[in-house]
Each structure stands twice: as C-alpha cells, then as structure tokens.
C-alpha cells in the first residue's frame, strides 16, 4: 500500500469523523425529514379572516336561511344562521352539502345547445326566436317555491299570453288547491307548532321532509309542554319522537281527519261558514267513526281519544300533509277548534304582471304539461315525472347536470345559490309570514347566468336586471334592505282575511273517500332529506348518513310490516320488483313492524341516471311507480293511493 | 523482505499516523462550522420593498393597524388588500379600464408601470422616486389585479402546527428576561438586551421590525422550503416547558 493512498484514508476517516462535530449533517437530516411535509402536491391550508356569510340555500323545498362559512373570502361549509328565525341556527341535510355542490365537477360549465357550447348572445336570439313562433304555448316549471324568480317567469308567459306555470307537486300546491281553491280562502296557511299545546300531525312528517323542516325541528324542541301526535302509514322518524303514532292509510287520511271531525262537531263546536250546516250534515252522516274505521281501518276509539284531546286543549292545531282532500279536511277541523292553525298574507309583488303565489300553484302538472316552448327552472320534472312533461323545445335553467338538463335542448347554467342574490318568502308551513334575501357569497367561476337575468332579457318588464327585481320586492314587502342582507328575516305577524270561507261541504263529501289502486300493497313513498327530493339529489356528503333501511350498497330497501312479507312470500333481504303506474323498481325487503301492515314503504329521490358519483345509480326511482289518480270532486291529481305488485326476483 | 516491510511501516508513521486524520479533521469541522451551513440557504426577497418606517414612523400607525386581532380572538397576520385600500385609493377597475384604453396587456406589469396611467399615479402617496416605485410596484401587480400580496412569513409554520397568536399574547419579555440563560437556545439574547421592550413579538419575529425600511432576504432551506427562522418544535417545548405549559401532541398538532 503506498503512502499517499494510507494518508488519504486517514484523511478521510478524520473529515468524515470531524463533519459528524457539527451540525451540517443532523440539520441536513433534520431538514430531510421535514422536506416531506412541503411536497408541492400536498395541499396547503388557505389562511384568513373566517366569516358567516348570511344568505339563502334552495336545494330543499322550503329553503334554509344559512351562513356561508367564508375564510379569506373563499366558501367551505355553510351552517345554520341563528339570527333568521327559519333556521333558529339549524339547517337541512341538504344545504348544509351546499359549498360541496358549489364546487362539483357535474356544474354546468356553459350554456349548451344540443351538446354543443353556444354564447349567451345566441342564446338570447334562439329562445327570442322560438317564443316568437310559440305565442302562448309557452310553459314554464319552477322548483323554486319561494322566490321571486317566479315572477319573472310569469311576467314573461304574461307577456306571451300563457298562464301554463307549473310548480312540481308539493305540500304547498295542496294545501292551496284544498284553502283557495275549494275554500274560498286567501293567503297561505301557516301552524304555530311552536306554541301549540296539541299538534296532530296528520300525514305531514315534519320533522323529515314536510314544509319547513329545520324550522318545523325548532318549533318541536322548543314546545315543551306539548304533546304531538303522528298519524300515517308508517312510523317514520317523524312518528319516533311524538308522542303517540297513530297507523293510517295515506288514501285514508281525509276520511280519518273527518271522523275525527265527528267527535268535534258532536261536542257542538261551530264556525260561521255558509256552508256550515251542510258540513255537519256531510260528516254526521257520511263519515261517522264506524264508517271511518270501516273505510280506513282506523279504530274508533283511536279518533275519538285524539278528538278528546284536540278539544280539551286551548291551542290544537293539525297539520295535513297527502291530497287536497286531506288538506281541506284538516283546514276545516282548524277552523272549527280554532287553535293554532295561521292564514298569512301573501307579500306584494315586484313584477306587475306576474301571477299570484296561489295562482301559481293552480295548474295541475300530474295531469301533464305540453307546450312548445318549455322552460325548466331548477327543477327535475323529466327525473319525477317523465311520463307527464313534453316539450317541442325544452330549455332548462340548472347549476347542475339533471335528467332534466340531459333531455333539453338548451341548457342555461344559472350560478349556485351562494353566488346570486336571490329571496326566500313565506315558505309553506312557517307560522308567519317572513322574507330573507340571499347575497352572493362567492365569485361565480363558470359561465353562468342569473335565470331572470337571461329572461328579463327576453321580455320587456320594466327592470334591467335581477337585482332591481329584488329592491322592488323588498320594497313591496315593506322590509329594510341593509338588514335583510344581514341575514335577518322581516316577519310579518298579520293575517289574511278568513271572512267568506267555506268549508267545502260539497266537495269535501266525496273527495275524502279512500281510493286505492288494484294493486296487491298500497305504496308509501316517504322523503328523507338525506336521501334526496324531487328536484335535488343526495348530496356529497350526505350518503354517509343513509341508513341500511333506505339503502344498501347501490340497492334500495323497501320496508314491510312482517305480516305483509309473508303474504308476499319474501322475508329480510329478498330482492324485489315493485310494479305500479307504468314502471317498476328493483329493492331489497327490510321487515319493519312501523309500516302499517298491507303497505310497502320506499324511499323517493333515489336511481338517478345522471349526476354525480354519489346519486347516480344509487337504488331506484320510486317516481316511476307512483300511479297518479284523479280527486276527481277536487278537481286535482294525487299520488295518494298509489299501489304496487311485488314479485321476488 | 522483513526489514522492507518493516521501512515502510516507519514510513507510513512518518508521513501521517494521525496528521492525516486530524486534518481531515480540521477541514470539515471548519466547514461544517463555518461554510456549510450558509449553504443550506438560499435568499429570496419579498415581492416588493416594504418600509414600515414610512407607515410607522412617517404615517403615524401603530403595529395594530394592519397586524390585529380580529374579533374572534383569530390573529390578521399580514394585512389584506381590502386594508391597504384603505389609504392606497386606487379604484381597481379604473385603473384597468384606463390600462385597456392605453392598449396595453394587463398582466405586462413593466409595460404599466412604464406607461405611468394617471389613474394609478394620481394616486399615489409616496414622495421619493424609491418609495413610488415600490408603491406603484405593489398597485400594479397586486391591488388592481384583485390579488393578494404572497408575503414570504419568516416565521413560516406548516399547517399541521396549531399556532394562537391570542394564546401568547401575554407573554412578558420582563419576566422572561429572568430565564434568558435557560432561553439562550431559544430566543436571540439580543431580544433581553437594554430595558425590556413593550412589544413581545420580537421574542419570535424580526428584531424591531417596525424601525426597518427594507426588509431583509427570506432564507429559504434548500431541502426543506422552511425559512431559517421558522421556530422548530424543539424550541416551542423548551419554552412550553420553562414556562409550564403542557406539552402534549395536541396542544398544538390539533
């Protein structure tokens, strides 16, 4: 070994043994280990002032008033806004998903015509084009039962000489068909539930789906002392935490509120309606409890113990939900206990040549719509009610892909509630009229466009643009802008004049008469928020909180009382075709003794075929087996009644 | 052949035995000590020249003008063009249009603040041709682009560290002063040095950065990103503990 190669390892062995004498190589592997948290594709954490935004949500019915939770300007989540008294600080299933769905990848990203991306300018000159040739068969379908964009849509068939405005089938169009129309009556019903000391909640599951449910939920927990009754076709969640859950048909539950209507008239309480008489005579005769347990299998004593208790409370109300029979029923029984049952003004408009809320709600669209220019606004009526919607050329408003926007022509992408301003007046159900405006929380990142904007646009109704719509409005409401946007509510606690109504004697005789299908199980289709509603499915993280009753992996679960699995033959776990109206589903058989025996309960607002991983091919479309009959006596079309063969596959 | 082997082995002692290894020694414990470490770093400067002499000591504000607590106990940091426009009062969309009508592109920053647009130079409060300069630098690529300014934080701390500015808000340079021995590792002596200083957050930040007119270079680490005075847990739990704070994970990895 030579000199020069020993001195150089030597040499070596003393730098590599003096380099571990500083600190170069414990920071260098210190600095190793903590390179890893800076790796450029891992996300980092966007930091800033964090905000509650107030604004409005409408992917439920009813609307939830919310606070945007913002930091450096930028949306993340919403929650429930305290200071508005629709949510009390509460909020739905749905809207609270709402920054998730802000954000989807099925957004619509432009408008689209046949497929194809088109300007807005086109757009204009192509839907200016095709009114023009329309006239008056022009239709227009809402899903939006509360803002004002309904008045532009109006004023725009107004200005085409149409009336056909559509809303998709709710709770709302019936209790308004059963008090305006058949009642003679005006304004909105609305019940206290809050501060009612006996709420017979017959058929409305308001802790689930019916009406303001977030506000419905307040009312509940903060009504200590009073007791509420559940009375339908099955124990929902609604029914778990009342007090008492009364099992009954839902084609039965106008002849149920009339036979307790009996005990009611027979304890000679009266209200000065013209027809009062006659009703007396009608229920007296026609619906007496024997009668009424005969028609609907409910026990008499059943009745009469809820009459006793409606009676002997100071402040009952009940609260219908189900067909227009159902509803005038229950109106009528409101008016002879006269409790907490509300009749709310309707606010001003801002569009003069708009409908009315209740002239809205008129036209039937179980009965089907046809025109030949068709505009969807934020609605899936070729999700829920394909059979009855056709359209020579169909032009849907949506922020999201929708079977709707998949079958229309022209698809206008309208920005997401957190980026428009927008308004939520009275929704259904709520004890008082109020009204909440919503403001643009985020910058809208894709090409969209305000719905009214685009038709405001189209027709001369004397505003520019969406927003003078709304300063109108909230001037014909009579409320204060700077604190509307601070997101509290102007309520109103006046009511609608009552004088000249009736309590559709006449009408009611018949149409409450139970009428079911030929089918081998009544069907009861129930709406859970989670689960999705006519117009919005699940939402993104949603899923996680649908029970193995409504869904297990991508099948549905129907739900049976033991007694009917065995005389279908099935039991836990059976696969099962459901046929009814003109479709069938597929489901698996869950045994659940809260659904009344002889029925089938499924939940509606799954199978979509378009959407987003998480609503997509998830379970199957009750809509399509829901057989739509006539209220021939009232004049309207319920779901009521459905019913359903089952065959084990 | 013995006596050879036993030459060179005389030899080998001769030309090293332990002289090679002590300068070997040597050498890299003076470069580990004194050239090495410099090299980890690299410096990068802030996007612009900021003075908070000019604001502090010329406009009269206080550190609690752009570096406050917000209501919810949640610290400002760095301020946010919305505070800036307070007093820079360029109208964003003025300016653009004004850039459009001059025809030029307004992402050619150079091109614009060349072209000296009277609605961004009317505006302007900066009295020297330095200070405007920089002013017109943070108003051209920053404000009316509707961007915020990426400030590099020499204090830099990852997201999975949970840091209150509220929760040592009370901190006492005084009293700390009393175990500046014990914190000798952990916070420059310099800070104790003199009568104790009002404001604490020398104890973590730039020395008296309200007296500084350019600030200095962000060493970045060339490994780890980190800026070389971004605090290390180590030093957090040395003083957690001389202070009795807990020290559990969670206390700041929430």
Known sequence: ?649 | MGQKVMEERKASKRCGGVLPFIIGFLATCVLGWAVLPGLFYVEVEQPFKFSHTIHVEGQGMDCESCHFFRDDGSYAGFPTNEGCAECHAVDPEEAMEAIAEAGIDANDYDAIMKAEIGAIEDNLASESDENKQAEREYIVKYLIQGKEVPWLNYQYQPDNVYFSHKAHEGLDIAELAEMKKELSSVVDSAVFEGEAPEQNCNLCHLKDIDKNDTPPAFQQNILSGYSKMTMKMWKCERCHALKGQPNACYTCHK
């Open chain 1, 1 to 649: 070994m030579s000199v020069a190669r020993r001195a150089f390892i030597q040499m070596s062995v003393g730098a590599t043994v003096g380099i571990l004498f500083t600190p170069t190589v414990w920071t260098a592997l210190d600095d190793v280990s903590i390179w890893t948290q800076n790796w450029p594709w891992i996300p980092s954490l966007k930091y800033g002032e964090v905000k509650g935004v107030p604004t409005v949500s409408k992917m439920c019915e009813s609307g939830c008033a919310v606070k945007v939770r913002t930091v450096a300007g930028e949306a993340f989540g919403t929650e429930g806004n305290m200071d508005n008294p629709l949510s009390g600080g509460g909020i739905c299933p749905l809207c609270a998903n709402g920054v998730q769905v802000m954000n989807s990848p099925t957004r619509i990203k432009a408008p689209m015509l046949n497929g194809k991306e088109i300007s807005w300018d086109d757009a204009n000159k192509l839907v200016s084009e095709k009114l023009a040739a329309a006239g008056s068969k022009v239709a227009v379908i809402s899903g939006d039962q509360t803002g004002t964009v309904n008045e532009v849509f109006s004023g725009l068939l107004a200005s085409q000489g149409s009336d056909a405005f559509y809303s998709m089938p709710s709770d709302m169009q019936a209790a308004d068909k059963a008090w305006t129309g058949l009642m003679g009556g005006s304004g909105q019903i609305g019940y206290d539930m809050e501060n009612a000391d006996v709420v017979l909640l017959a058929g409305a599951d308001a802790l689930e789906s019916w009406g303001p449910t977030v506000a419905n939920m307040k009312a509940f927990a903060n009504n200590e002392n009073g007791k509420f009754i559940f009375a339908g076709p099955m124990q929902t969640r609604t029914a778990s935490v009342t007090s008492k859950w009364v099992p009954v048909p839902a084609e039965g539950m106008a002849a149920f509120t009339l036979g307790i209507t009996y005990y009611v008239l027979q304890a000679g309480k009266s209200v000065p309606a013209a027809d009062f008489d006659q009703f007396k005579a009608m229920v007296i005769s026609g619906y007496t409890p024997a009668k009424v347990e005969a028609a609907t299998g409910v026990k008499a004593d059943a009745m009469a113990e809820i009459a006793k208790q409606l009676l002997a409370a100071d402040n009952p109300v009940v609260v219908p939900g189900g067909s227009v029979a159902a509803n005038g029923a229950a109106f009528a029984l409101n008016l002879l206990l006269g409790g907490a049952m509300k009749v709310l003004p309707e606010f001003g408009k801002a569009v003069e040549t708009a409908m009315t809320r209740s002239e809205m709600l008129k036209q039937d669209i179980l009965k089907g719509v046809s025109a030949d220019v068709l505009m969807v606004y934020e609605a899936n009526p070729f999700y829920a009610l394909p059979e009855q919607v056709k359209g020579a050329f169909t032009v849907a408003f949506d922020s999201v892909e929708t079977e709707t926007t998949a079958a229309a022509d022209l698809v206008l992408p309208t920005p997401h509630a957190y980026e428009r301003a927008d308004d939520l007046a009275t929704p259904y159900g709520v004890a008082s009229a109020t009204y909440s405006l919503g403001v643009p929380v985020s910058k809208p990142t894709l090409n969209v466009m305000n719905a009214a904007d685009f038709v405001l646009g189209l027709a001369d109704l004397g505003f520019e643009n969406f927003d003078e719509v709304l300063e109108a409005k909230v001037t014909a409401v009579g409320a204060d802008m700077d604190e509307l946007a601070e997101g509290a509510a102007y309520v109103l606690e006046e009511s609608a004049d009552v004088s000249g109504v009736t309590l559709a004697a006449s009408v009611l005789g018949k149409a409450a008469v139970p009428v079911k299908g030929t089918g081998a199980v009544a069907l009861a289709p129930y709406t859970l928020l989670n689960v999705g509603t006519a117009n919005q499915a699940t939402t993104p993280n949603a899923p996680c909180t649908i029970s193995n009753n409504q869904l297990i992996g991508d099948n549905m679960v129907v739900m049976m009382a033991s007694a009917t699995a065995k005389k279908l033959g099935v039991g836990v776990g059976s696969k099962v075709k459901l046929s009814g109206g003109n479709g069938d589903c597929e489901a698996l058989v869950q045994v659940f003794e809260g659904v009344l025996p002889g029925v089938v309960a499924a939940p509606l607002g799954m199978g979509h075929t378009v959407g987003d991983e998480f609503s997509k091919g998830k379970g199957d479309n009750v809509y399509k087996i829901l057989t739509v009959s006539s209220e021939a006596a009232a004049g309207a079309s319920t779901w009521a009644g459905s019913t359903v063969n089952v065959a084990k596959i």
